[in-house]
């Protein structure tokens, strides 16, 4: 990489940290380093929940995404202005002026301290799988980057992080976010503008190109629990995710928790209802366009550049017979894509798409025995999808929005890693070390314990990601873990908003809540795991009014 790009990245990335550290004040005490002292201006809070969502598995997981599947991913967020209305006039004036630290802390209030307990165990075991995964997208980076096998990777972007965040609290990370924000936006746009300018062909051309194998379909009316991405399964699936994930999930609620009032935490909220979908079809897009662009410049038979450089010295011969074979396909493919482009009529057009499609098919099968060649030599899957970009952003962009894009991704994953641990950090002093080993302590006292929880929760991400960044698609990966979880959790919630539940019927729900999700996962994997978020909420509530009775009083 040229020794520009390796100056922004690190000139940026040394200023986010000083700057995000000098921002921040009052960490000598818990109420300062987890909560702000409520003093962060709702802007401030808006994008860093945006920023959270925003991270390195958005710039690497949901263009790979746009890329082999096109803007269908989109629905996975057409729930969240739903929830986001709901979650205003809800839980974010209730759990704003309660005066928690972290929204399971009510639960006891509500219930008993062993459904406290239960729901932030969950939660604990969610988001520490989560932070692993978003650790895992600035690794497969580094891994393409530099070769470096990909549990260094992790390890230099975990370290830093984990130190980072021991330090400034919760302050530095929401300051840090803003930063990544802007950043992110600017790198976007920058890729959007250079592969316009650098298409061969018209946007209008790239376009039709892109419609022709499915990318720009965006909307799917037909309600089938085995499919991922429809319209149903984000208006319902989506509002359910959206309303646990934002509402109970601490990551997120300890945001909206730092604003300075009820109003700016409504307002830091409704942020992402407006921006987050225009926002996430700008990422698919440039997805797409990066497919597009492939069709006229020959990519490599496989963006996994360890697993190719493997494959190359094991099997040389019969891979070189399958490049043979990629690259006079691949001429064929451009010679179609470029009749497409110039077809002058209805008839000629629909040729020239019909021989694209059966161009694309086969280059489609060669790939997939690349894959499965890499899968035999490795012992492990290629999950082409997460070095799909990083290989673009390395080969194809010009020097400095190279060293714009790595500086985004590492900063995004940084503050988003950040985000996640010091939440981790909070739920584990608060509802578990405070609640049951040590109530009476001073605030040095627990300041040292969160910065002791922070560096365990660091090191488990850090297991995590190496595992992630085998499993697919890393931004569905996460919402896989959530998903898991999610639901169940709500449902707790959802419970207690009623009068008929009591503690042993919420302690009782979550469980078969759980149990019925896990049954669903491994019993009948065909369902989708959106859906999983409603079944786990209904069948909490369900189970938790059944069994009934009434409020009851917390456990001491």
Known sequence: MHWINWLIVIVYLAYMIIDGIRKSKDTDTIEGYFLASKSLPWWVVGLSVMATQLSAITMIGTTGQGATEGLRFVQFYFGLPIAMVILGVTLVPFLHGSGVYTAYEYLERRFDAKTRSLTAFLFLLSRGMSAGTIMAAPGVVLSAIFGFPLVWSVAIIGIPTVIYTMIGGVQAV??????????IVVALVGIVAVLIFQMPVSPDDALRIAGATGRLKTFDFSFNLTETYTFWSGIIGGTFLMLSYFGTDQSQVQRYLTAKSVDEARSSLLMSAYWKIPLQALVLLLGVGVFVYYQFVRPPLLFNPAHEMAVEAERGAAYDALQTRYESTFTLREGA????????????????MEAFVAREAEIQVIRGEALAMAEEVTGESSRDVNYIIPRFVLSELPIGLTGLFIAGVLAAAMSSIAAELNSLATTSVIDFYRRWWKPEADDAHYLK???????????????????AATLGSLIEVVNRFGSFFYGSILGVFLLAMTSRAGGRGAFVGLLAGMGTVAAVTFGAPQVSFLWHNVIGAVTVVVVGMVIGGGPEAAES
């Open 174 to 183: 929401a300051w840090a976010d803003v930063k990544q924000m802007v950043l």
């Open 449 to 467: 314990v969160s910065k002791y929880a922070t560096g365990l929760w660091g090191a488990f991400a850090c297991v995590v990601a190496v595992y």
């Open 337 to 352: 894509a470029r009749s497409v482009a110039d077809a002058d009529d209805g008839a000629s057009e629909a040729a020239a």
